[in-house]
């Protein structure tokens, strides 16, 4: 019997309209756990890295966490894996909600959609009954309206449904995922599911899960929670609100825009924002907040409310939650109703949040710098708010200028041509990133922006504090009760970690500390991602509810995969590097490692070519950032090398195995 996952997939291939549910093997679980452990396997084996984006051969994997649809609470991600049209690389992104469990519900631990459909349509999966469904009608239609009109065609109101807006069925390279109350939004996927003729995945399950030892299991869910309480009414002191208490940015539970204005710059504006604040605007966004904000919710299985449901007089009720409240606002220079308003109507287009404002930005950046000019942008209004609502409707219908900006700031500027590139810079690896502009240089900072191949700082940073206490009295007491941290060491870095000059060196922690201290905060993320579990009970939050010591209790007991703390990183280990193999073979390399240029405004050039150098070895990597045969032969992904091999990634970097070599040492 198999625990905590169903044992099967549902193949779909939409060429050919043909439909198969495939047993999966147990092993696979053990050494990638499943989610995106499993995601990163399945594209390695089917996606050669000749292909592009829009291939029929390209893959779109829904794959649920190992521990989705348990008791464990806060487990309800999915995460959504392909080739990104805007990266060219290995996206994987997560939506929360209720989706994951129904799936398993229905009997499958991951849905894989192969080829194209001749026709817009949708799926329904209801338990064992699959079918693909025309959706013509659905053309054009909202993402969240698409999902009320399923769920009324069905006659079936519990159906959980994912769903594309106009911006996915146009192929706007940052489409998102739309899912009730969560979003799959970062590096196009939704584009994805455009192009192979979904509109949207509606499931309703009702089949049991299996669990290896319910009372240990539930024993551990009952501390969990325990803690989770403990938490709400014990928030940390001395960090800013939103991370202070558990769960994904809770934006829209508490008013704390005043330091995000002034310390972001959001979208491309230079202009910084300190002037902007004070007790007048303060009050009307608090205002505008408490009136549009109809109720706070939750996902799955889970006691936090981080999001909200927004209803705008005349327009369609829609949930919203983490920084897309502030995303469009601060893009325009605008105010939160402003904000609250055009994220209406770009999560029914099914928009990324983070990228849409700011090519929205770029692209007044390029018509007020003369790059662009008013042929570029005929009939756009004159006022502020009014230009973005233009740009909005453009971009995903693909009308003129909006055509190139679609592709997102990297390949517009590209296309653009005139000194363009110069604005658009704020991506990492040609996807933007959520807008900082800081001070000097944070060499933690430094490297999870670089290296890390969710291409999203948010979902890379975590446990450990973003900057060191003022005094060493703060940071003692914040020690005394930090039993998450997987080593005492990562204590001792931090009573070490004292406040620096905006002039002096970051000396401390020192390269070796980085390093130590970004491969734990990025293994909690990779861990959740498998797991399915959501990063503000766990990875992203200081002192979280689930940590290194107890996670795998809950593998054990529910999975019935015995898991150690040690097995469990060496997993965790096995897939992130097997993701970046991925990667490595479309192109990746080090030269592409780099934060966005103007992200902080003094950088220490020779420090961070010696955290990268660092940091790859660190990993396993050699000096452009590929992993080497010795690594992978620890990790088991022997089969990876033999790829490596044939395909001559190592042979031009010096120090790396040559082909002659390996082929010496199979012969042994």
């Known amino acids: 019997m198999r625990y905590a996952e169903t044992g099967y997939n549902l193949e779909i291939d939409l060429s050919r309209g043909n439909i198969e549910r495939v047993e999966t093997d147990p092993g696979e679980t053990e050494l990638y756990l499943g989610g995106l452990g499993t995601n990163a396997k399945i594209l390695w084996d089917r996606v050669p890295p000749e292909t592009d984006p829009f291939s029929p051969d390209n893959l779109l994997i829904f794959g649920t966490g190992l521990l989705c649809g348990t008791p464990a609470i806060g487990c309800n991600r999915t995460i959504v894996t392909t080739i990104s049209p805007q990266t060219e690389l290995m996206a994987f992104s997560m939506m929360g909600g209720f989706w994951a469990p129904e799936l398993k519900y229905a009997g499958y631990d991951k849905v894989i959609l192969r080829g194209k459909s001749p026709n817009l349509v949708y799926l329904w999966i209801n338990n064992d009954r699959v079918e693909i469904r025309d959706a013509s009608h659905l053309q054009g239609k909202g993402a969240v309206e698409t999902q009320e009109l399923i769920r009324q065609e069905l006659k079936e109101p519990k159906a959980q449904v ?24 970062r590096q196009g996927i939704g584009a994805v599911m455009g192009d192979k003729g979904v509109k949207a995945i509606a499931v309703r399950g009702t089949k049991d899960i299996n669990v290896a030892r319910p009372a240990e299991f539930i024993e551990h869910c009952n501390e969990v929670m325990k803690y989770i309480q403990f938490r709400e009414e014990n928030l940390i002191p001395g960090v800013i609100p939103i991370l202070a208490r558990l769960g994904s940015p809770q934006e829209m539970a508490v008013h704390d825009e005043q330091w995000h204005t002034e310390n972001f710059m959001w979208g491309n ?66 105010d939160l109703d402003f904000g609250l308003k055009i994220a209406g109507r770009a999560t029914e287009y099914g928009v990324d949040g983070y990228s849409t404002p700011q090519v929205m930005a770029f692209a007044l950046e390029l018509y007020e710098a003369g790059i662009l000019t008013d042929q570029d942008f005929p009939g756009m209004p004159s006022e502020n708010e009014g230009r973005f609502y233009w740009l909005l409707d453009r971009i995903v219908r693909r009308e003129g200028i ?16 005139k000194g363009a590139e110069a604005y658009a810079h704020n991506n990492i690896k040609k996807h933007e990133q959520l807008p900082l502009k800081l001070g000097m240089l944070n060499p933690i900072y430094f490297l999870m922006y670089c290296t890390g191949e969710k291409i999203n700082i948010t979902q890379i940073e975590g446990q450990f504090p973003q900057g060191p206490f003022p005094t060493r009295e703060e940071r003692e007491t914040f020690v ?133 150098d660092e940091y790859y070895k660190f990993k396993g990597w050699n000096h452009e950032g590929i992993p080497t045969k010795e690594a992978l032969h620890e990790l088991g992904l022997d089969y990876v090398s033999e790829d490596f091999v044939k395909r001559g990634i190592w042979t031009d970097y010096e120090g790396s195995p040559a082909e002659e070599t390996l082929a010496e040492e199979e012969k042994k």
């Open 480 to 612: 005394k009760d930090w039993f998450q941290v997987p080593d005492e060491r990562f204590k001792q870095y931090f009573l070490d970690w004292e406040l620096r000059g905006e002039n002096s060196m970051p000396f401390y922690p020192t390269v070796e500390m980085c390093c130590d201290i970004v491969d734990w905060q990025e293994r909690m993320h990779y861990i959740d991602d498998a797991l399915g579990m959501c990063s503000g009970l766990s990875s992203f939050h200081l002192k979280p509810p689930y940590h290194i010591h107890n996670i795998p209790k809950f593998i054990s007991s529910g999975a019935g995969v015995e898991m150690d703390e040690a097995k469990l990183s060496l997993a965790a280990k096995r897939y992130r590097t097997l993701v970046r193999a991925n990667n490595i073979r479309r192109g990746l390399r080090r030269a592409d490692e780099k934060p966005p240029e103007d992200h902080w405004k003094k950088r220490f050039p020779e420090l961070e070519e010696k955290l990268l």
């Open 269 to 334: 504006s230079r202009q910084r924002r300190r002037e902007y604040w004070n007790e007048e605007i303060a009050k009307a966004w608090s205002e505008t907040l408490d009136q549009m904000r109809t109720r706070l919710i939750s996902c799955y299985n889970c006691p936090l409310k981080c999001g909200a449901t927004i209803s705008v007089p005349g327009r369609p009720t829609y949930m919203m939650k983490c920084f897309s409240k502030l995303t469009y606002t601060m893009a325009a220079m605008s």
């Open 162 to 185: 994912a769903a594309i807006g106009l911006a996915g069925e146009n192929r706007v390279y940052f489409a998102s995922i739309e899912q009730g109350r969560s979003s799959a939004s």
């Open 402 to 417: 909006g055509d190139v900006l679609a592709n997102g700031t990297y390949w517009a500027a590209k296309q653009i041509g």
